[in-house]
C-alpha cells in the first residue's frame, strides 16, 4: 500500500510457537484432559517459561504397546514435540537433564510394625505382597524367590487397567499386607490413607547384578532435536524450584 510518496507493508501476524505434548487423556495422578496431572502440571510451567502456548496429542500410556507404542505413534510420528516424564538416559528419545528423582516404594499399615527397610527384609517373606507387573519390584521379587508365593500382581499400567488407587484399596482391604510400587503413580492418593506408612525402597546390590529402585526422571524429545533440548535445559535450570513445588505437593516425590 502507498501512502504519500511511501510503502507502508502489511503487518503480518505470526502465530506464536506452541509447545506441543504428548500425554494420557485419562491416567491420573500423571495427566488427564482437564489437566489435573502432574504432568499437566509441569508441562504448564514449562509452556510459561518458554513463553509459548501449551497444545497436546491425546493417546493412552496404556494401549497395546504400552509406553513404547505410545513414545512410537506420537513422540516419534512428530505428533507432537516432548513428553514430560520418562527415565533420564533412555535409549528411546533423547533426554534432558533430569528434573526430579523418584523411587519405588513399600507401604504397609503403621500399626504393624513390620519394620520393613529393604527387599531383603525377613518378614517380607511372611506377608502377602502387592506389586505392579514389569517393574523392578517384579524382578526383585523374582530374584529372591518370593514369586510366585504368596505375591498378588498388579496391572495398573495395561490396557484398559484400573487406577493405581486400586492397590491402596487392596491394601486397606487386606487382600494384601505390604504394596511395592512407584511412588510418583501412587502419591497423590496417600492422603486419604493417613495410617499407611510409606518407606523408600534402597537400591541393592546385596544379590547379584545391581538393583535399582530409584531414578532419575526427564522430559523426553526426538532424537535430533536438540534445539528443544537445549531450551528445556534451560527451563529446568532456572525454574527447578517451581518444578520440584509441583512434584511435592501432588506426591509424586517426598516432602524434604
Known sequence: ???????????????????????????????????????NK?????AKALGEPLEYTWASHRAHGGFTQFLSTTLDARKCDVVMSIPYGSREELTTRPYYVSSYVFIYPKNKNYNITTMDTQVLHQLKIGFENDTPAEDGLKIRGMIPGSTVPFDVSGEGAESPASMLAALKS?????????RPAIGAFLRAYPEFEV??????????APEQYSFPMSMGVREGNDALKKRLDDVIEKHQAELTAILTESGAIAAR
Open 199 to 208: 518407606v523408600t525402597v534402597p537400591n541393592s546390590r546385596s544379590l547379584g
Open 174 to 182: 487386606g487382600k494384601i499386607d505390604v504394596l511395592i510400587t512407584w
Open 42 to 46: 509441569i508441562a504448564s510451567a514449562v
Open 1 to 39: 500500500m502507498r501512502l504519500g510518496g511511501f510503502f507502508i507493508l502489511p503487518l503480518l501476524l505470526v502465530p506464536a510457537q506452541a509447545l506441543t505434548v504428548c500425554a494420557d487423556p485419562n491416567y491420573l495422578p500423571y495427566s488427564d484432559r482437564a489437566g489435573q496431572g502432574f504432568e
